[in-house]
């Protein structure tokens, strides 16, 4: 697997750029040396519309076989996802892929979205469609600007930088400067979403994905619209960790609804029946996942992981239990 990288938050890319702007090497005895004594950089970022559909993937591997992928798996004409594969196996990669050279593989990543893969937003009534958003040649992610001309249109597959996007210059130094354009972007493209629009669906869009690439760092975090937050977040791309006053707090605030459906979309991806025997699984998703993107809230406020287990296992539970009961009806 090629998987696609995790998009974290504004307040995880803060914290990165800090980081690796304090970096200063290591000591004799291997450990990091960090001195804060220069500005922090101003970095222009690039926003591109997020799309609500399911990770989808193309790899060239260097003896020139194709690989298909799901964010979770490699795909196969039996066990495909959405029918993306299905769909790829009667498009022309040699003719997506030409001219990209490379070593060890090169992977093309978008979104597979349109009419039965997510619903809710404006793209879920358009016809199936994949938006490439990301190009990576062996280990490394490179800047789409110079990958627009990756598309083929008259074979539903789009590029991203072919609809609206952004830019907005962030100063690390004082990035709640920066908060306001962030909200204003996303609001915008909750309320409608300009590729919905450009293809003739009105409706609410997802959110705005930022990026920075340069020679030595890739950032990258996700601005959703209210309707799309998997957390309840007091204000979108916020700039601290927020505030919880006990567990119970912390899970009404993180084990929300879409955070509960979003692992559903997960079960079904992975081919897990939507049956009790699977209800564990179901739980350790949402469990990895609160952990994962909201570890710097959990270090925060002094939340134990393991006693948190049990409260995420409840809500998640009672969610699941609900939701395949309903299937049965």
């Given at each position: 697997?090629k998987?696609?990288?995790?998009?974290?938050?504004?307040?995880?890319?803060?914290?990165?750029?800090?980081?690796?702007?304090?970096?200063?090497?290591?000591?004799?005895?291997?450990?990091?040396?960090?001195?804060?004594?220069?500005?922090?950089?101003?970095?222009?970022?690039?926003?591109?519309?997020?799309?609500?559909?399911?990770?989808?993937?193309?790899i060239?591997?260097?003896?020139?076989?194709?690989?298909?992928?799901?964010?979770?798996?490699v795909?196969?004409?039996?066990?495909?996802?959405?029918?993306?594969m299905?769909?790829?196996?009667?498009?022309?990669?040699?003719?997506?892929?030409?001219?990209?050279?490379?070593?060890?593989?090169?992977?093309?990543?978008?979104?597979?979205?349109?009419?039965?893969?997510?619903?809710?937003?404006?793209?879920s009534?358009?016809?199936?469609?994949?938006?490439?958003?990301?190009?990576?040649?062996?280990?490394?992610?490179?800047?789409?600007?110079?990958?627009?001309?990756l598309?083929?249109?008259?074979?539903?597959?789009?590029?991203?930088?072919?609809?609206p996007?952004?830019?907005?210059?962030?100063?690390?130094?004082?990035?709640?400067?920066?908060?306001?354009?962030?909200?204003?972007?996303?609001?915008?493209v909750?309320?409608?979403?300009?590729?919905?629009?450009y293809?003739?669906?009105?409706g609410?869009?997802?959110?705005?994905?930022?990026?920075?690439?340069?020679d030595?760092?890739?950032?990258?975090?996700?601005?959703?619209?209210?309707?799309?937050?998997?957390?309840?977040?007091?204000?979108?791309?916020?700039?601290?960790?927020?505030?919880?006053?006990?567990?119970?707090?912390?899970?009404?605030?993180?084990?929300?609804?879409?955070?509960?459906?979003q692992?559903?979309?997960?079960?079904?991806?992975?081919?897990?029946?939507l049956?009790?025997?699977?209800?564990?699984?179901?739980?350790?998703?949402?469990?990895?996942?609160?952990?994962?993107?909201?570890?710097?809230?959990i270090?925060?406020?002094?939340?134990?992981?393991?006693?948190?287990?049990?409260y995420?296992?409840?809500?998640?539970?009672?969610?699941?239990?609900?939701?395949?009961?309903?299937?049965?009806?």
């Amino acid at each position: 697997m090629k998987n696609f990288t995790d998009i974290g938050q504004f307040r995880n890319v803060i914290r990165a750029v800090k980081s690796h702007h304090d970096y200063i090497g290591k000591d004799e005895n291997d450990n990091p040396i960090y001195r804060n004594d220069t500005p922090y950089p101003t970095i222009k970022f690039r926003g591109t519309i997020k799309l609500h559909g399911t990770n989808a993937a193309v790899i060239k591997y260097k003896d020139g076989h194709y690989e298909y992928q799901s964010r979770e798996r490699v795909l196969n004409i039996k066990e495909d996802n959405k029918c993306f594969m299905l769909n790829m196996l009667n498009c022309d990669m040699d003719k997506l892929f030409s001219g990209i050279e490379f070593e060890e593989f090169c992977g093309i990543y978008g979104e597979w979205v349109g009419s039965g893969i997510q619903g809710g937003t404006a793209l879920s009534r358009v016809p199936k469609m994949w938006v490439i958003f990301a190009v990576r040649i062996d280990n490394t992610y490179q800047d789409m600007a110079n990958y627009k001309h990756l598309k083929i249109e008259d074979q539903r597959i789009f590029n991203i930088l072919q609809f609206p996007y952004y830019e907005v210059d962030i100063d690390f130094n004082n990035p709640e400067d920066s908060q306001n354009k962030l909200v204003d972007y996303t609001t915008s493209v909750e309320k409608e979403c300009p590729v919905g629009k450009y293809f003739g669906s009105q409706g609410v869009g997802e959110g705005v994905v930022w990026e920075h690439i340069n020679d030595t760092a890739r950032y990258i975090f996700k601005v959703k619209g209210e309707k799309h937050q998997n957390s309840k977040v007091k204000k979108l791309a916020t700039v601290d960790v927020e505030a919880v006053k006990n567990i119970k707090e912390f899970v009404e605030y993180a084990v929300t609804e879409n955070r509960m459906l979003q692992g559903i979309d997960k079960m079904v991806e992975l081919r897990k029946p939507l049956k009790p025997p699977t209800t564990g699984d179901y739980i350790k998703w949402v469990y990895d996942d609160v952990i994962k993107e909201e570890q710097d809230t959990i270090v925060k406020n002094g939340i134990d992981p393991k006693k948190l287990n049990s409260y995420v296992a409840k809500k998640a539970q009672g969610f699941w239990f609900r939701y395949i009961n309903e299937l049965t009806y």
